[in-house]
């Protein structure tokens, strides 16, 4: 069974640090590509920050030069570092990993989730 659990969430003033932790198990991170969303109320899911299966990150416009994304392989977790955080929504934020497709590919849509961690930053 495929559980990944997100913890390092809470509140933190502008210009703070939090840093994410999303912890694996029943299923290697480095498979496929992985990541982070956030969601605030009323508003779409959103990706943050991602590993692609090559190992290359992507961010948001709007995290670029202040988060940071990693993964330790060897205790299969993911991470988000996130600095200078400014006032905004508050908003749950979502570790996420791309399933396995047929003959060793990975699926454009289908993702386990974690069960999200709240995120509040005030001014």
């Known amino acids: 069974q495929v559980q990944l659990v997100e913890s390092g969430g809470g509140s933190v003033q502008a210009g703070g640090s939090l840093k994410l932790s999303c912890a694996a198990s029943?299923?290697?991170?480095?498979?496929?590509?992985r990541g982070w969303y956030r969601q605030a109320p009323g508003k779409e899911r959103e990706l943050v920050s991602s590993i692609r299966r090559d190992g290359t990150t992507t961010y948001a416009e709007s995290t670029k030069g202040r988060f940071t994304i990693s993964q330790d392989n060897a205790k299969n977790t993911l991470y988000l570092q996130m600095n200078n955080m400014k006032t905004e929504a508050p908003a749950v934020y979502y570790c996420?990993?791309?399933?396995?497709?047929?003959?060793?590919?990975?699926?454009?849509?289908?993702?386990?989730w974690g069960q999200g961690t709240q995120v509040t930053v005030s001014s």
């Open positions: 029943g299923y290697s991170l480095s498979r496929c590509g």
């Open positions: 996420a990993a791309a399933r396995p497709a047929i003959l060793n590919t990975c699926s454009l849509s289908a993702r386990y």
